[in-house]
């Protein structure tokens, strides 16, 4: 159970971060305009969930359409969290790196606890 947890999160960083394009980073756009970058970046975390999964328990590899849905809700919901744009001035800097800060926590919480229930369904 603990290396099943290790590997998603580690999977969680390298989807997020290091694997996440410019492109997919046009998840805020607006209109509709921001429906594939995210269909994109849920796709990596859901290719890479799939091998992890498939590797350990190939049964369960339906559990990555969770993975999928919770990811995009949740990477949507950050985004309509708005902050203003530019630079902020130095009164008003800490509070808003503040609320940046929590609502970034708040969204890698939700994808580590969508990682808990996985496992738990999986194992």
């Known amino acids: 159970m603990i290396i099943l947890l290790i590997l998603l999160h580690v999977k969680h960083f390298l989807a997020d971060f290091p694997l996440q394009t410019p492109y997919m980073l046009g998840k805020g756009k607006s209109g509709t305009d921001w429906i594939l970058p995210l269909i994109a970046h849920c796709l990596v975390h859901a290719s890479l969930s799939a091998l992890i999964i498939g590797i350990y328990r190939p049964e369960m590899i339906w559990i990555v359409s969770i993975e999928f849905l ?10 309509l969290y708005k902050l203003p744009v530019g630079q902020w001035p130095a009164e008003v800097r800490g509070q808003y790196l503040a609320k940046y800060y929590t609502a970034f926590g708040i969204d890698q919480l939700a994808h580590q606890l969508t990682y808990v229930l996985m496992v738990y369904l999986i194992i």
Do not use: G, M, Q, T
């Open 70 to 79: 919770a990811h995009f809700i949740i990477d949507r919901l950050k985004v």
